[in-house]
């Protein structure tokens, strides 16, 4: 029987406020560079204060990789808090508005946290540097998973990001237990070598126990497996999960499943923003393989997905993704 | 004795929904393209739900030409009502820290108008049509308008559009009074043809006795003066009106003061977004008059603005505005 979900994504809901600056800003603040890094409404206020002009524009880590693949015409949905405030109704209206399924009841307003933002800081190079205040997205629990929609899934994707908060072990242990009963796979994005750092212990015994897919990049899955050796750490992650997909930036991507290793060159793209470069990575990955594709073919879309996606501000893709492929000769 | 203020504008605080549709769609929900309509809350929200993914960006037309003038490093100031809600702080924030004052008391968030903001659905050809929920900005009164500040401009500068509103023509009669008594001068954009048939007499009576400079583009001079002939309605306001500068896209700008007369051509660009052309325009060539440059001089500056702005999207300056003037040799 057909499932209802390709993909459903569970994540952070984060509207992005974005605005350039350069180095110096990024030093005078002590902002490590190309990072994320959790703030308080407080440091948020005082940040906010302290950047340029910005423009908002719907963000989140597995929003931007469910908004992708809305965009190429799959079914998906998305699992993310929001505050019934202006910034919450502007991010449930994007994902919507892509063509995804978003019904993650809202937090009431005014009595509590305010629907999550991420500070981008895009430098000239196009790297940017997320200052992350989670707001509501923090608070997902157990009781916002819909085990109806997570056994209606063919993949659930996690976002690593989504760990920290008090109910996410438990909201990420509800959704993998009812799509895996339905017979449904697991997809985890690393996020981020500090959320890693953060949560080492759980991504580990999700990754022996849990994982059929892990996305992570160089710095990520190197951390995760304690090695300086990105190829060595691929190996060991193949060893515990069906597919091992691989990224290094301007080095394209490596795909491990069993004793079968794909490299896939990174598309040469001048970086106006690196935002949601791994996150349309993952999305494109995931439609190709839930439409059929094989494993080389979906990481080459990856590739071309997060091509688009850095060559303009935003963490959402903007060109016809469809079309992009078939220019490429994947369709 | 040196004036706090160059330029203070006085206009629709409005934060900008920006959204990519074809020309279809604009059809099928009976949208006339290229102006600006008013629409109620209800209205907004039917519409938002129907367009695609969006960005915010603050816009709001005298505050994008306030904007542009601080960018360039004017000592500028705005006045705009804006609610005390999360749309409201992202547009003080813009303001601010592009540089100008900003000070107009906020309404309160939760019984009342929120912060108004502007649906801009950008077509293929970068023609922009705008959808005004005008929400708080509405609301800007004569005791909104600080004598004292008015006092010391060099200008002040209206926006037609504020003209709507129950307050409007007290608070910008209070404004000229005060600036004038102080021996400040005014400007005044028409904004858009369906808003001098909105107040036609009020214009008039305005360009008769208070107007030093005026902006217009060819279907709002030619609507103003009742004719279908673009320099006939240039000398005619002349007449009235010290310095008029009249707007024609990509044909460029007529300047006329006195027996004076100048042409001075546009900068070819394409165009990414149309919004905020006027703006920048008037932004720029304020910015020149109030720096000693001669109308000519003033007129080439407004253009290379305006052609910054419409080359990306959303109606603020992205480029650094002095460095275009001097690659066009115009500082």
Known sequence: MTKTYQIVGIGNALVDVLSHCDDTFLAELGIEKGI??????????ALYDRIGPALEISGGSAANTIAGAAQLGGRVAYVGKVTDDQLGRIFAHDLRAQ?????????????????????????????RTLN????SSEHLEAADIDEAMMADAEWIFLEGYR????????????????????????ALTLSDPFCIERHRAAFAKMLREDVDLLFANRAEITSMYDTDDFEAALTRAAAEVDIVVGTDSENGATV?????????????????D???????FAGAFLWGL???????????????????????IGARPEADLKALFRR???L
């Not at 895996?180 to 697991?186: C, E, L, Q, S």
């Not at 069993?258 to 896939?264: E, K, Y």
């Open 256 to 272: 491990v499943s069993g004793a079968d290793r794909w490299q896939v060159p990174a598309i040469p793209t001048e970086v106006a």
């Open 274 to 280: 690196a935002t949601g470069a791994g996150d349309l």
């Open 36 to 45: 994320m890094q959790l703030i308080d409404m407080e440091r948020a206020v």
């Open 132 to 135: 992350t205040y989670l707001g």
């Open 290 to 312: 839930t439409n059929g594709h094989g494993l080389e073919s979906c990481a080459r879309m990856a590739n071309v997905a997060a091509s688009e996606v850095i060559s303009h």
């Open 163 to 186: 760990f920290d908060g008090p109910g996410s072990h438990a909201a990420f242990a509800r959704a993998i237990a009812a799509a895996k009963r339905a017979g449904g796979k697991v």
């Open 328 to 330: 490429h000769g994947l």
């Open 99 to 127: 063509g995804a399924t978003y019904e993650t009841v809202m937090a009431p307003a005014g009595n509590g946290a305010e629907t999550g933002r991420c500070i981008v800081l895009v430098t000239p190079d196009g790297e």
